[in-house]
């Protein structure tokens, strides 16, 4: 049964990235569920210090303040009158997380099928994520995927984090890969901004945030997993316009 989210069908090709070179995927939300963690570990941490009178977050200020955002401007959406306090809170809280991930993460549904075909195709990858490095390098072991990814782009280690392209754009550096023949998974609004911007047709991943608020951001079109009919019907109009696999 097809999951259909929003989404023009005439976007959904990607023929025109023929042959493909290269798949670049965000972390959070997007190899993995993670978003249910960060939730957590942010609500249960801003709850002890009384913040917003000691009410917890809701899920919409969540995904308004935090999802997919950079940490530094997350602190300062948090603390914008004591900034060093903010980024002292988000460190604390990415350590929080770390622990709980290490024995609550799970893959995304169908991710392992979307791996074997990138991996039987030859295709170069990369992981391109906000998160701090700890976090990425933790989740991609968790996940099993420290073999499969050839480079991992830490926002923070760019000159701008996403919503910015640079990240996407030094993914592609890294890989030799040309933005012409590549295409990026994405489930956060910054996320989907980033690729796009960066010139490639980005496959967005309605796992927690509003499908509306990412459509917003352009995405060629939404699925809800890697198992989505949507998915796997523009993968084969691709590998029909690509050939055969090389490997």
Sequence with gaps: ??????????????????PLEAVLFDIDGTLCDSD?????????????????????????FFIDTVAGKHNDDIALSLFPDDLPRG?????????????????????LDGLDRVRKWIERRGLKRAAVTNAPRANAELMISVLGLSDFFDAVIIGGECEHAKPHPDPY?????????????????????????AGVAAGMPVIGLATRNP???LM?????????????EKLWDALEELDKASGPPSV
Excluded: C, W
Excluded at 1 to 18: C, E, F, H, K, P
Excluded at 42 to 60: C, D, K, S
Excluded at 172 to 178: I, N, T, V
């Design 87 to 107: 980024l002292k809170f988000v460190d604390d809280k990415e350590a929080k997380f770390r622990t709980m991930a290490a024995r609550q993460l799970r893959p």
């Design 36 to 60: 249910p963690l960060h939730y957590e570990a942010f609500r249960e941490m801003l709850q002890e210090i009384g913040f917003n009178g000691g009410a917890p977050i809701t899920e919409e």
């Design 169 to 193: 754009l030094k993914g592609l550096e890294a890989l030799k890969a040309s933005k012409d023949h590549s295409f990026v998974f994405e489930d956060s609004f910054s996320g989907i901004k």
């Design 211 to 213: 499908e509306k608020l």
């Design 216 to 228: 917003e951001a352009k995405p060629a079109f939404l699925i809800k997993d890697y198992n989505d």
């Design 1 to 18: 049964m097809t999951s259909s989210v929003n989404g023009d069908s005439s976007q959904s090709s990607l023929t025109r990235l023929a």
